[in-house]
């Protein structure tokens, strides 16, 4: 039977504002999407260092957020070790790959075709495979060596979709703002959005 479900590779890394990544699951789980996670080791440490995680059980973990999963969405957490897990295989079909957010060092890793852990090995299939990859980096200021990795990776086809909401409609919370980002990713892995408005609406 052909699985029309939508099936999206998201990373955390170890970059401050993991807060991006819990909103993209969010969004993702509420909806029927099959997610396939992958969570650096550095990852794990600042996901402790900025939220409640203890480092057990991720799943329960997302429940205490609050994250209510659709009857049919799906979660599937794999080892950045693991480069024998599908996201590291050309073969395994899905529908595009966020990483929010994304560390300095993982952009750097992409942009040199280098692929020692699953999060760079899946990012860099989704760009020999011309599906999508969307980075959320997040540093300040940015050197040279990030802007051009930058550069290197949109050049290759990655999107750069720096942590920058909007404020058109006055946010209140900080969900709220992180969540005008997460709605542009959304749009750009062609999901339907409707967390926030679009302009004109
Ligand atoms: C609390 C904390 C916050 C960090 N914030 C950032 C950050 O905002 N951006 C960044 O590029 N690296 C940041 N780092 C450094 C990365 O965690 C480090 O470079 C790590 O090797 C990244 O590995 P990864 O890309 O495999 O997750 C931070 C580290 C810690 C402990």
Known sequence: MINLKKI???????????????????????????VKLIISKAGEEVLKHETDYNGTEFKSFLEKEGIKLHPEAELEC???????????????????????????KTLGTISSGIADNLIHRAADVC???????????RETPLN???????????????????PSPSFY????????LVDTVIARVLDHIDIRQGIVKQWGE
Not at 9 to 14: L, T
Not at 170 to 175: G, M, S, V, W
Request: proline share 10%.
């Open 78 to 104: 794999y080892q950045p070790n693991d480069l024998f897990a599908p996201p590291a295989s050309g073969s395994f079909r899905h529908n595009g790959m966020v990483i929010a957010p994304c560390s300095m």
């Open 8 to 34: 999206i590779i998201a990373a955390i890394c170890g970059a401050s504002g993991v807060i991006y990544g819990i909103r993209l699951l969010r969004a993702l789980l509420e909806r029927p999407v099959s």
């Open 169 to 176: 409609f006055q946010p209140k919370t900080i969900d709220e």
């Open 127 to 137: 760009l020999k495979e011309k599906r999508p990859l969307i980075l959320i980096p």
């Open 144 to 162: 040279l060596i990030h802007l051009k990795n930058m550069y290197r990776a949109a050049q290759a086809g990655a999107t750069i979709m720096p």
